[in-house]
């Protein structure tokens, strides 16, 4: 039955959601057609979109800007795979050793602009940025861990798709791995319902230095939300909820939210549920964050600074993606279907941009 909150009243889903977007790790091993790869004539037309368009500054591409026909078919089935088949989607095969790191970027940011709409990552304005370790100290409770070595505890972003493409992998470790929302939603819901309610519950969660207009520092999220028939999840990282724990005004989660959240890891974790899809240079991977959450390990990186793992990224709108729950408006502020939503969008960001270094600073 609904739940009266601060936030208002939150609904349970009936019972098991399941559909396609509730896989397992061993579907996934089964059946590898959701690997899509890039052939030599659809390298080519990217090289060639990449070259007509070097008058451009990468901001100021639009989609126009960056023809892609050839690849079209393969597009339009990445953007299935994201929104109705798996909640992510994969393709391999960019040669990314012929290119410099200019072209790197605008090769991804013209690809992605035929999946979505660009919206900021930071509070840099950075509209595509760099996952690499730059040494940000682990325990900065106003830095977020995308630019450290660290473990990322299996979350969502603050957009409809965070795509991630492949330049080098570290020494050791950084595997990456995704889980679906719904798949794991389903078995708490089997094996301890109380604890999958909990999760309905507001989390109060650390907002690390990023605050809207009107808003407090901290912020408070349900991971399961439902209404009118649709799912929406939103996991912020364990490591956020702790730090949440040093504002005194913020609302305490409770013991039945740790111990829910104790075992949404332990499940995201298991064999059963979690996919390790190893990055290849040259990978791309897009994923829909109300459905399929993902992780790191951490890692030792090279001591060359040209061979440090190093992953683009970029967050995407996307004008016909989900209808989401209101209670996910405390971070996105607007989550209006068809309009461009999502990313941080906070007092004194700084002027969108693209840092060519990918040691640039995301949290500065």
């Known amino acids: 039955m609904p739940v009266q909150t601060e936030i208002g009243v939150l609904e349970f889903a009936p019972g098991p959601i399941g559909g396609p977007l509730a896989w397992r790790a061993a579907d996934l091993q089964r059946d590898q057609s959701w690997i899509h790869r890039l052939t030599e004539e659809e390298v080519q037309e990217l090289e060639a979109a990449t070259q007509a368009s070097r008058h451009i500054d990468i901001l100021a591409l639009r989609r126009e800007d960056f023809p892609l026909p050839k690849l079209a078919p393969k597009i339009a089935a990445l953007r299935h795979d994201i929104l109705h088949r798996l909640g992510f989607a994969y393709m391999r095969g960019l040669p990314v050793h012929r290119y410099d790191t200019e072209t790197q970027m605008r090769i991804y940011f013209g690809l992605s602009l035929h999946l979505g709409d660009v ?3 930071n509070r ?3 509209m595509l940025g760099h996952v690499i370790d730059i040494g940000t100290a682990h325990d900065d409770v106003n830095k977020r861990l995308t630019q450290t070595n660290a473990e990322l505890a299996f979350h969502s972003d603050a957009c409809d798709v965070v795509g991630l493409m492949c330049i080098h992998t570290a020494k050791e470790g950084g ?5 679906s929302a719904i798949a794991v939603h389903d078995e708490m819901l089997r094996v301890a319902p109380d604890l999958c309610h909990a999760l309905y519950e507001p989390l109060t969660c650390d907002r690390r230095g990023e605050v809207p207009a009107g ?3 901290w912020m408070r999220i349900p991971l399961f939300m439902w209404k009118d028939g649709n799912f929406t999840g939103y996991a912020p990282l364990e490591a956020y909820l702790h730090s949440a724990r040093r504002f005194e005004e913020a609302p305490p989660m409770t013991e039945r939210q740790w111990e829910a959240m104790r075992l949404f ?7 059963e549920f979690c996919a390790r899809i190893p990055f290849e240079p040259g990978d791309f991977q897009y994923v829909q964050n109300h459905v399929v959450f993902h992780a790191r390990t951490s890692f030792v990186d090279w001591p060359e600074v040209e061979r440090k793992r190093h992953l683009m990224r970029i967050w995407l709108s996307l004008p016909d993606g989900r209808e989401l729950h209101p209670a996910i408006a405390e971070r996105w502020i607007n989550i209006e279907r068809g309009t461009v939503r999502g990313g941080v969008n906070i007092p004194g960001r700084k002027a969108l941009n693209i840092p060519l270094n990918p040691l640039t600073p995301a949290f500065a």
Request: charged share 10%; proline share 10%; with cysteine.
């Open 119 to 121: 919206v900021p990552q």
């Open 215 to 217: 808003k407090h520092p």
């Open 175 to 179: 595997s990456s791995a995704l889980v």
């Open 265 to 271: 890891l332990e499940l995201c974790n298991s064999a």
């Open 124 to 126: 840099n304005g950075h």
